[in-house]
């Protein structure tokens, strides 16, 4: 029954992986299509969502069949329990990213300005690789990593604050609509919302390891 059980739990940390790759891949994607107005590639990561949500389903149900069928104990239903968590967190960020992207159809004028592409671009590649080491952290049953990639949510903030003070600013003084300056205001609190919601995985990882969620004993 262990090595079926094995077998069951390395099946379900390879899908974690793969929909992270999803997650990190349709996040830098839509960040990307910010500056190119790719809107076929937009479309793309939009449609792209479904499947995301896809394997979503297939995680849940792997978990419910190891929770119901293997009835693991101690450590072993932590895991299970924490991925089951972690994956609604991860389908949000789909969700996020495809916002994101569908901006990018409704985006008339001149496309953002080489500072804001920037600065959001950099928003997007800390939140998405936040995601990819926060579900390898789970993997690799690391909660060093994992207490790390909680403390990169704050860089995130930070730089969404910093954001968000330029776009306001700029629209206080801006009347050309054609500036985009609210659409990027969406943009930023979009990745700033993918930052949360990595946070959130990788305090479920360290409640995997250590049976403490943000710094409470569970159970």
């Known amino acids: 029954m262990r090595t079926v059980f094995d077998s069951q739990l390395a099946l379900l940390e390879a899908q974690m992986l793969v929909m992270a790759s999803s997650m990190e891949e349709a996040v830098v994607g839509a960040v990307e299509v910010l500056e190119s107005r790719d809107k076929e590639r937009a479309r793309a990561i939009m449609e792209g969502d479904d499947d995301i949500d896809h394997q979503e389903r297939e995680i849940e149900a792997l978990c419910l069949k190891l929770l119901l069928t293997q009835q693991p104990v101690a450590g072993d239903l932590r895991r299970v329990s924490a991925a089951l968590k972690m994956v609604g967190d991860m389908e949000r960020i789909a969700d996020q990213a495809a916002d994101i992207a569908e901006i990018v159809l409704t985006l008339e004028g001149e496309a953002f300005d080489s500072k804001l592409n920037k600065h959001l671009a950099k928003m997007g590649r800390q939140a998405a690789g936040m995601v990819h080491d926060a579900a390898e952290a789970f993997v690799k049953r690391d909660g060093e990593r994992a207490s790390q990639v909680v403390g990169e949510d704050a860089s995130v903030n930070e730089m969404f604050e910093r954001v968000k003070r330029d776009i ?32 959130n995985i990788a305090e479920w990882v360290e409640y995997s390891i250590t049976g403490r969620y943000k710094g409470e004993l569970l159970g």
């Open 168 to 199: 306001i600013k700029g629209i206080q003084a801006e009347s050309d609509p054609a500036a985009n300056l609210v659409e990027a205001l969406m943009v930023a609190k979009y990745l700033e919302r993918v930052g949360d919601h990595a946070q």
